[in-house]
């Protein structure tokens, strides 16, 4: 099994739709998870870091389930510029590195 | 904003001559990485760095790479001996404690 594992998509969305990712991780004691952003030959951009509790920022909302290892991001309201690859993050445990998934492409059209 | 400054943004070089890929972290995060993608394919760690050593490497991170933070600023990756395959994007990245990473904008090696 992958360190981490997302559906690599590609989503393809209209503007205004709601679209959710889904990752899921094979260390249950990983500890710290993250969803980042990467635009076509750029760097990857944290996008959010996501809670036991679940957090939001303003039309991202990240969940996080531990007891089936797996993390969500949902996007509402898309927008074009939301048109990326997202990637799931989660450290390997006992140390804090970070190991990424294959990433989600989304695409916002008109 | 702090960055992560990464130079060169792109270097050629031939198959078998030695690249230095250089970066300079943000300047209060102690914890420094080296991670790697080629086109079309995911972000692949390297090797992670603290308190001036390794603390960790990939499979990928053979006896042709080192690492080396020579002055309390650069951090620098080095390929002794180039192959077509190591041919990517390389990003540095760094972080203070629990966050997330933050990354430079990369250099792409092309080997030819």
């Known amino acids: 099994r992958k360190e981490v594992e997302q559906d690599p998509g590609p989503f393809n969305v209209p503007e205004g739709a709601t679209v959710a990712f889904n990752c899921t991780y094979s260390n249950s004691a990983s500890q710290s998870f993250f969803w980042y952003r990467q635009d076509c030959r750029k760097e990857p951009k944290l996008l959010m870091s996501?809670?036991?509790s679940g957090n939001e920022d303003g039309r991202f909302t990240a969940q996080l389930n531990r007891a089936s290892q797996y993390i969500s991001l949902l996007i509402r309201d898309s927008k074009l510029s939301d048109s990326a690859t997202y990637l799931c993050v989660v450290n390997r445990a006992n140390n804090n590195d970070m190991r990424f998934g294959a990433g989600t492409r989304l695409t916002v059209k008109p | 904003e702090p960055e992560v400054t990464q130079t060169p943004s792109h270097q050629v070089t031939q198959m078998g001559q030695e690249v230095i890929l250089r970066c300079v972290p943000i300047s209060n995060h102690l914890y420094f990485y080296w991670y790697r993608q080629i086109l079309g394919q995911k972000v692949e760690f390297l090797v992670s760095f603290y308190n001036n050593e390794i603390s960790e490497k990939s499979e990928i991170f053979d006896d042709q790479f080192s690492v080396e933070r020579p002055d309390g600023s650069n951090f620098t990756l080095k390929i002794r001996s180039t192959k077509l395959e190591d041919s990517a994007m390389y990003f540095c990245?760094?972080?203070?404690?629990?966050?997330?990473?933050?990354f430079g904008s990369g250099t792409r090696l092309t080997v030819v």
């Open positions: 990245a760094s972080r203070q404690g629990s966050d997330g990473y933050t």
């Open positions: 996501v809670y036991s």
